[in-house]
């Protein structure tokens, strides 16, 4: 299981949310380095998944020993 956490990112209509995947040391899994959005902030922003973050849960979801 993974932690997310949230970034403030500019949008064509102003701000919004990228979500992020963090690993077991809090690290974002595609290794980008944010400022964390408070939880409460930008309730009604647009919200949006970090791509590479969602490709190596995928990723390791798939893994076979």
């Known amino acids: 299981m993974?932690?997310?956490c949230a970034e403030h990112v500019a949008t064509e209509?102003?701000?919004?949310?990228l979500?992020?995947?963090?690993?077991?040391?809090?690290?974002?899994?595609c290794t980008r380095i944010f400022i964390a959005?408070?939880?409460s902030d930008g309730a009604?922003?647009?919200e949006d998944y970090c791509r590479s973050?969602?490709?190596?849960v995928a990723?390791?979801?798939s893994w076979e020993p």
């Open 2 to 4: 993974y932690n997310m």
């Open 13 to 17: 209509t102003g701000s919004g949310l």
């Open 19 to 29: 979500w992020h995947a963090l690993d077991g040391n809090g690290n974002t899994l």
């Open 37 to 39: 959005a408070p939880a």
């Open 44 to 46: 009604g922003d647009r």
């Open 53 to 56: 973050c969602m490709n190596a």
């Open 59 to 61: 990723d390791a979801d």
